[in-house]
């Protein structure tokens, strides 16, 4: 995977409390997402933890790197797309 200088972007979005711990205790090395932000292997994603029960952000983020996406493939929405994800 190379990255030309200056492309790489870091996108900041809610990450639901109990997937968001699934993502720090290292049991999910994915995420699934609306493609509303042009997402690419390279790019960073600031998880941001989101209580929805309350509707709040807990103040709590956690920082991975994009190292794999899947989209249009049978099973998966249109218009979403599967990220495979590590620690920044």
């Known amino acids: 995977m190379e990255i030309e200088p200056g492309q790489k ?5 809610k990450c ?4 968001f711990k ?6 999910k ?3 699934v997402r609306k493609n509303d932000r042009d997402y690419k292997p390279g790019d960073d994603m600031v998880l941001r933890e989101w209580n929805k029960e ?31 994800i590590i620690d920044y």
Not at 16 to 19: K, V
Not at 22 to 27: A, R, S
């Open 16 to 19: 639901e409390c109990e997937f």
């Open 9 to 13: 972007k870091v996108h900041h979005v």
């Open 54 to 84: 309350t509707s709040t952000l807990t103040g709590r983020e956690h920082r991975v790197t994009i190292t794999y996406m899947l989209e249009g493939y049978p099973g998966i929405e249109p218009g979403y797309c599967i990220l495979g």
């Open 29 to 31: 090395p994915f995420e």
């Open 22 to 27: 699934d993502v720090i205790e290292g049991y």
